[in-house]
């Protein structure tokens, strides 16, 4: 009896509609896709805010903290991005002159001083913080940051030679040019002479038919 109930109680009807308009898949650019994810871990960001009155530490984001190392170029970038909506907090390049500092003695938190953060699109020197859920989680994030500003520091040293030897170029190029320039002015100087003298001679020999 129970079978015969189910089997004439309605049934809902299976509709479907088809959406009006398809949307085509956007492939979302996040400016990553070049870059090798070295770290990626949780925490909170603070920045220093000087102009205060008083100055003070202001919370700047909660969200994933990554280092990123450039495939080719082989620099490496801190980036930051806040729950949710994914706004950058922190984005800017780990120098070999970066230190990280214990925030008021936390095993937890570092401290350190940016002399270009573009989280605003605009180069903005900054003082952050950043605080880590345990001891472990801030230790790894110091341990991969020194390693990043020893691969930082290579770059520069490279640079630097780089450096030294387009101006060691420049001197050259400009040395042979002055050399050039001087056989230049000396072959001309020689090429007048013999010409003032092949003049005479020819002067000469006009002056001699003349006479005869």
């Known amino acids: 009896m129970s079978d015969l109930k189910e089997d004439l109680s309605p049934k809902s009807p299976d509709i479907h509609f088809e959406p009006i308009i398809r949307l085509p898949e956007v492939d979302v650019k996040t400016c990553e896709e070049d870059e090798e994810e070295l770290l990626k871990l949780r925490a909170k960001l603070y920045r220093y805010a000087?102009?205060?009155?008083?100055?003070?530490?202001?919370?700047?984001?909660?969200?994933y903290v990554k280092l990123l190392k450039h495939k080719e170029k082989g620099t490496v970038r801190l980036l930051m991005r806040r729950?949710?909506?994914?706004?950058?907090?922190?984005?800017?390049?780990i120098t070999h002159w970066m230190d990280l500092k214990p925030n008021s003695g936390s095993d937890r938190a570092w401290v350190w001083s940016v002399a270009a953060d573009f989280a605003d699109e605009?180069?903005?020197?900054?003082?952050?913080?950043?605080?880590?859920?345990?001891?472990?989680?801030a230790t790894i994030f110091k341990n991969v940051f020194e390693d990043c500003k020893k691969v930082?520091?290579?770059?520069?040293?490279?640079?630097?030679?780089?450096?030294?030897?387009?101006?060691?170029?420049?001197?050259?190029?400009?040395?042979?040019?002055?050399?050039?320039?001087r056989e230049t002015e000396g072959e001309s100087g020689s090429t007048n002479n013999e010409v003032k003298e092949m003049t005479t001679t020819c002067n000469k020999l006009n002056s001699v038919s003349s006479n005869d």
Request: proline share 3%; charged share 30%.
């Open 152 to 181: 930082a520091a290579r770059l520069h040293s490279e640079n630097e030679k780089v450096k030294d030897l387009a101006a060691g170029v420049g001197k050259l190029i400009v040395n042979n040019e002055s050399e050039l320039s």
């Open 50 to 63: 000087s102009n205060n009155e008083p100055p003070e530490w202001k919370e700047r984001g909660t969200g």
């Open 122 to 137: 605009i180069a903005t020197e900054e003082m952050l913080a950043i605080k880590f859920g345990s001891a472990e989680y």
């Open 83 to 93: 729950d949710k909506t994914l706004k950058i907090c922190a984005n800017h390049n």
